[in-house]
Every structure is written in C-alpha cells, then in structure tokens.
DNA sequence: TGAAATGTTGGGGCG
DNA sequence: ACGCCCCAACATTTC
C-alpha cells in the first residue's frame, strides 16, 4: 500500500483544504451536484483512490419542514437516473440510499470498508448542521472527509465589507464579488475507478424503491416540458450562449417569449455548476452577457445572506416586519394557487407554475406582489407554495425572492412599491401572448382588453378580480404606514 | 427589477 | 401682442 497521500481541494477561491488517506476506498457522497462536468468532490476521489462509491442518500427528513417538495422530486427522480447511467459508462454505478444521511453513510462505508468520503458543501442550514455533525461523527470514527466548492462561484464567508461584516445591498456585493477570482471549470470526469470487488454487499435500493414520483400522474406537462440531467442542461447553456444571451437584457423580461436560460433547475440540482455557466457567459461582451452574469450573482448573493443569517428562510430579515398585519382567507390563497384571482397576468403565471413546475422570473415577481400585498397573505405561504410547485425550488432563492417582494428582506423592494397587475400585464406581455396561452378562456378578447376582461362587457367563463387592486393597494400602504410607527413608538 | 400623485413646461387656441 | 386657459409631455415627489 502506498504511503498517506496529500490531496489539495481543487476549490478555486483558494480555500486549499488538505486531505489525507491511506486507504484505497473512498466513498463520494453526492447531494446537490449530480454531474460529471467541474465536479472537484469526484474529481478529487477519483484521482486518489483506487475504488470509489458514488452514493446517493435520499433524506428528506434532514431537511425539516424544507424537505423537498413534489416537483422537485419529480426532477430529482430523473436527475438521478442520468446521473447514474453516466457514473456507469465511466465505469461505476451509483449506491442508492434512503433515510437519515449518517446512520445510512456509516453503514455505506462500514460495508465497503472506505476510509474517507468525498462531497461538495451545502450551505442550506439544515444541511450545513447536519454535515457538521457528520464531519465530527466522522472524525471520531477515524474517517476523512474532504469537502469542496461546486455550487457557489464564491465563499459566503469570505465576503464581508470593510467594517468586516456582511453586505447587505446588492450593489456593493456585486462591486465586491467582481474582485473575486473565479476558478475555470474542472474537466469532465470520463473514467471512474470501479466500486470495490463487495459492491453487492452495499444493499443499494432502486430508483423506484426512493418513491420520487408521484402516484397520480399530474406530471404530463412537466414530462413535455424539460429535459432533465447534465446533457440536457449543457445543451441547453449552448445554446442559450449562442443565441437568446445577447438580447437577454430586453428580452428576459417578456414572458411570451423563450428570453430566459431556464437553467435554474439544473443549478438547483447541481446538473450543471455556476462555474460552467459564468465561463460560458463571459466569452460574450455586450448588455446580454452582462445582465445574465449579473442575474447569476444574485444566486450567490442570496447564498451569502441564508448563509449569514439563518433565520431568514422563516423569518424577516428586517424584523418591524414580524408585526406586519397580515390578513387574507383560505379561499383567497386557493385563488391564488389555483390561478383563478380574476387577473390575466397572475392566474396565467400561477398556472404556468402548476403546469410546468416553473414561471417566468418577471412573473414570479407580479404573483409574490400580488399575494403579500393585494390580499396580503404572509410571504411564507407564498414560499411555500412555491417551495411544493417549483422544480427550480431553492431555499436560498426562494427566500430571497419573497423577501424583496414583500420589502423585508435585503436591498428589497420598498414595501409601497406595489406592482399594478394590469400595467404589468401591458408593459410585458403586450400582445398577450403570455396570457392567452395560459387562461385560454379569456383568449378571444382584443389584446386592449386582454389584461382586464371586466372591462370588454363580454361574458366570459373567468372570474371578476378577487380584490380591487385600487383599493387592496391602498389598504396595504395603510398596513405598512402603521407598522412604520409601530416601529417609531407612536401612536397605533 | 413601480405606480400614482403632483409639479413644471411649453405650444396652441382664443378672447 | 398679450394674457389666459387647456393639456400633453415630461420630470419630480410621494406612497
């Protein structure tokens, strides 16, 4: 047996982390980054050891009350599926697990005899106490772990302002994030070395055994719509570089048509790395590539604030909003949901949604407005409505999202900036397009009507406006004044 | 990564 | 020619 080797983390923040092994097994743990491609955990285990076993460990509870929702299980069913067949013809194969992650990573490495474990860092909270643990379990059990960077362009930790504590205004991050050197992507991992002679004794479950999938198939339109695993989404950043980037900077605000990336599903499930992505990018100059980066940055940024307060997946990052006087009814939030509010360009985003298990960035924002502050219903219902519907759900962006929509977070949208569902709908779908395909009932009217049907006097199968948005919004800055004095200690 | 209210300006009609 | 009003267009302020 060779003697103890010294590997260097591939991290490129220059964050070196120095692993030792003595042994020939090592076990890659695979939680979030399920490619081949600038894969520094796999990369790292496969130039060290002789055997490898690549190990995924389904474990919902861990996560709590943000265990995965359904539509991101659907996307993870088949994210693990390609990932497998490519562990595969490289020469592996993929373990499969369920239950809570130590009991079940003990066991892993107990029977395949591994001396170290591989993985790439989750900031996520939850995750992240978990893994402390695991390291200290781990530690005691005489186990390294060497763990590394393949989700984030940069170390939250690492970023503070001058007076040494976290930005908390999006501009100066960015300011601050550009002096960051972004390491260039790792290689594809083409070759494996093979899961030990024992493989058989790991007792992998099957992909159906993690019950993914839903049991009733309301899944048909996500099926039409994605393409799931690394080739997909490699493609899919080809040629949105070839193409939609260089007018992305107009054209990602316009619904009705395909201006977007939709890579946020891949990223989520780490099918693609936000390493490939920026690289990919910055080969373009111009107002597309630049407004795209900087869309990728707001990813990282919020990271960067659930990683430096915690507390905000569930509460206000700016706390005078604990008081906020939330109202709404059960019925109202089913509206909402349902796409069924009586206005075009929020039923038709809501029902994209359900659809399809995404909606348009400039949507998200006209359908968060419209719950927190035309029936203000808590942002945390909203969150978590999304959270059960989004295939690209992501505490991180999930929470940042809310938040700036309803004012309480960082570098948010003030809270009297109430979004107009009818301009809106006007300034970005202008021709309708968006709508009519969405709320087919209301396609027939002239596009001068199309984002308020109450007015075209014409009979339609299609609810009046649950609230009127002159009035709720009016009422939502009443609601907002009083919590500003609150706040001041004046009087209620 | 708003919207609405309010203020300002300047041209044209008209007495 | 002048003052006055109206109003659109644009700018600024406020919510």
């Known amino acids: 047996m060779a003697g103890p080797q010294v590997i260097i983390s591939l991290d490129p923040s220059g964050r070196a982390e120095e692993c030792l092994t003595e042994k020939d097994t090592a076990v890659v743990w695979l939680r979030q980054d399920l490619r081949m491609g600038d894969q520094p955990a796999l990369a790292a285990a496969a130039r060290t050891h002789k055997r490898l076993v690549p190990l995924y460990i389904w474990a919902p509870d861990d996560d709590g009350e943000w265990a995965p929702g359904a539509a991101s299980r659907w996307w993870l069913h088949d994210s693990l599926k390609s990932l497998r067949e490519s562990l595969e013809v490289a020469g592996s194969g993929l373990i499969l697990r369920k239950g809570e992650a130590l009991p079940s990573l003990l066991d892993v490495l107990k029977l395949s005899n591994a001396s170290a474990v591989y993985w790439n860092v989750l900031y996520e909270p939850a995750a992240r106490k978990r893994d402390e643990k695991i390291i200290r379990t781990l530690k005691k059990y005489g186990v390294e772990v060497c763990s590394f960077n393949g989700s984030l362009l940069s170390e939250p930790a690492s970023i503070l302002n001058k007076s040494g504590t976290p930005y908390l205004v999006y501009g100066a991050y960015w300011k601050r994030f550009l002096a960051e050197q972004i390491g260039t992507p790792l290689p594809e991992v083409r070759k494996l070395p093979p899961l030990p002679a024992s493989s058989k004794h790991l007792r992998s479950l099957t992909l159906a055994d993690l019950a993914l999938k839903p049991k009733s198939s309301w899944d048909s339109g996500f099926t039409e719509t994605w393409r799931v695993g690394e080739d997909a989404a490699l493609k899919k950043l080809v040629s949105f570089c070839g193409g939609n980037i260089g007018d992305y900077a107009a054209s990602r605000d316009v619904p009705g048509c395909e201006g977007t990336s939709r890579l946020s599903p891949h990223l989520h499930f780490g099918e693609i790395s936000p390493r490939q992505v920026w690289a990919a990018a910055r080969q373009h100059r111009g107002a597309g590539a630049s407004t795209y980066c900087k869309q990728l940055v707001w990813r990282e940024f919020s990271f960067y604030l659930l990683h430096h307060h915690p507390r905000i997946a569930t509460e206000p990052l700016r706390l005078e909003f604990k008081d906020f006087p939330w109202k709404g009814t059960a019925s109202q939030l089913k509206a909402w949901q349902r796409g069924r509010t009586g206005y075009p360009i929020v039923d038709a985003g809501m029902r994209e949604l ?108 299609y609810p009046k406006p649950i609230v009127d948005h002159g009035s709720a919004r009016f009422a939502a800055l009443k609601a907002y004044d009083d919590i500003k004095r609150i706040k001041r200690g004046g009087p209620r």
């Open 354 to 461: 359900w659809h399809t298990g995404w909606m348009h960035n400039r949507v998200r924002m006209i359908v968060a407005s419209f719950l927190v502050k035309d029936l203000r219903i808590h942002w945390l219902k909203g969150a978590k409505w999304f959270w059960d519907t989004l295939v690209d759900a992501n505490l991180a962006n999930n929470t940042q999202g809310w938040q700036w929509t309803s004012g309480c977070g960082a570098d948010a949208s003030p809270f009297f900036r109430v979004f107009n569902p009818v301009l809106q709908g006007k300034k970005f779908d202008p021709n309708g397009v968006y709508v009519r395909r969405w709320v087919p009932e209301i396609a027939r009217l002239p596009t001068s009507k199309i984002h308020a049907p109450w007015e075209s006097g014409i009979n339609l199968d």
